[in-house]
């Protein structure tokens, strides 16, 4: 590789003082700050947060408990988390058109469990979306407290890989759920909030919507919004969002916020990690500017791009195609190659993805017969569609060979291409 391109991976900030403190904290930081600068990042769920979000999240508001809410807080010292936490709390409201907003949960699956705390009792029935066919562990799964605490009522896909509407209807009335939570964690196409609060009002349920992968579609109006139909509405914040790691609850019923704001503290969290609700601040002001859109929608123009692109190639596409930033690959096809073997070949070529469960898959959910790629990290790099068809020729020449040398060929192009296209 020549100078010239080693030195557009230099690291956004000096490493140096991590040299002299510790070899091995500073070979990981320093390693996988190369692996960023020069690697494709295609996990759906991934993401490049900008560098004020950075210096938010690595600021000195790690140093302080702030148990409680804005005004009402059990530590003295709080006057600027107050301000600030209470700033996001509004941004989030102004970015959802929410009524309400809880900015303090860790992460996603807080946020699910602080909604479940709030909502139901042990042993109550809960229906969602079924793991293998693309729900999230927080969804009743049984390894989760989810599945574990409450009766797990999961529905799915129909033979054209849709959500089956006709088997939530009817589970829903046999099952007569409390709640039923309609998103996705590998879902391409988008969610039709409105069938879901029909069938929830039908049955008399709580209707939550958990929108962790699509949270940047939605604010940036690239996807519709749950908020007028579901009661309750969770989400990450470090997904298409892009901000700080960290969960975040919205909604419009006044009675459930309420429900909410002790089920998150003191019901299922200590101190919140003012830091991060520092970086959601961050994070939520970014979204709420006019190229959060742009972004939003050059998403899904970069998924439907690299989605044809793959299908051109002979992949198949579940559903095939994409309405958001979310590409399903089927490898059932292919005897000879499997999920697991896919993301390490891939690995290998520079691109990451991950593997994943196709439904109804044949092969565990360690080895599996598909893969999953998103779009989101790679247009905030600025990649656009004639990018997309260039990723779409490594990954079907990266899965035709397992030569070395094919691999680190395609590697070195990766490399190339990601000089022009600097994280920070
Ligand atoms: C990612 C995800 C979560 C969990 O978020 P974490 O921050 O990893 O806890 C919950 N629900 C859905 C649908 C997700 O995709």
């Not at 196409?189 to 069938?195: G, H, K, L, N, Q």
């Not at 958001?324 to 691109?351: C, F, P």
Request: hydrophobic share 40%.
């Amino acid at each position: 590789m020549s100078d010239g391109i080693q030195d557009k991976f230099k690291p956004a900030w000096s490493l140096q003082n991590w040299e002299a403190f510790d070899d091995v904290l500073y070979s990981a930081l320093s390693h996988e700050h190369e692996r960023q600068a020069t690697g494709l990042e295609l996990i759906a769920s991934e993401n490049y947060v900008s560098k004020r979000v950075l210096e938010a999240c690595g600021s000195l508001f790690t140093n302080k408990y702030a148990e409680g809410y804005p005004g009402k807080r059990y530590y003295g010292g709080c006057t600027y988390y107050d301000q600030v936490e209470q700033y996001a709390i509004d941004l989030a409201k102004r970015l959802f058109d929410a009524q309400w907003a809880n900015v303090q949960p860790h992460s996603g699956a807080n946020a699910n469990l602080a909604a479940y705390f709030a909502l139901l009792e042990p042993g109550d029935t809960l229906m969602a979306m079924s793991l293998s066919h693309g729900g999230h562990l927080t969804h009743g799964s049984p390894v989760n407290l989810s599945g574990k605490w409450f009766k797990s009522v999961p529905y799915g896909l129909d033979v054209n890989h849709r959500i089956d509407f006709d088997q939530v209807r009817d589970r829903a009335k046999t099952h007569r759920p409390k709640l039923i939570v309609c998103g996705a964690t590998c879902y391409p196409r988008t969610i039709d909030f409105e069938a879901f609060s029909s069938i929830a009002q039908e049955v008399d349920a709580v209707l939550m919507a958990d929108i962790a992968h699509i949270a940047g579609l939605v604010a940036g109006k690239a996807h519709p919004s749950p908020l007028p139909h579901c009661d309750v509405v969770t989400t990450t914040t470090h997904k298409t969002l892009r901000g700080a790691r960290g969960g975040l609850i919205m909604g419009c019923r006044e009675d459930v916020g309420v429900k909410i704001r002790k089920a998150v503290f003191p019901g299922t969290q200590g101190g919140p990690l003012m830091h991060q609700v520092l970086g959601k601040a961050v994070c939520f002001k970014e979204a709420l500017e006019p190229s959060f859109e742009t972004y939003a929608s050059q998403i899904i123009k970069n998924a439907k791009a690299l989605a044809e692109g793959l299908m051109d190639r002979g992949f198949k596409v579940i559903t095939d195609g994409t309405d958001n930033h979310l590409i399903w690959v089927s490898l059932l096809d292919r005897t000879t190659l499997d999920g697991r073997e896919a993301e390490s070949r891939l690995e290998e070529a520079g691109i990451t993805v991950n593997k994943n469960t196709i439904p109804d898959d044949p092969r565990s959910a360690m080895i599996t017969s598909g893969f999953r790629l998103g779009t989101a990290a790679c247009t905030t790099r600025g990649m656009g569609e004639s990018e997309m068809g260039a990723i779409a020729d490594w990954i079907a020449q990266a899965l035709s060979s397992e030569s070395a040398e094919q691999l680190n060929r395609i590697r070195c192009e990766v490399k190339i291409l990601c000089a022009s296209f600097p994280i920070y």
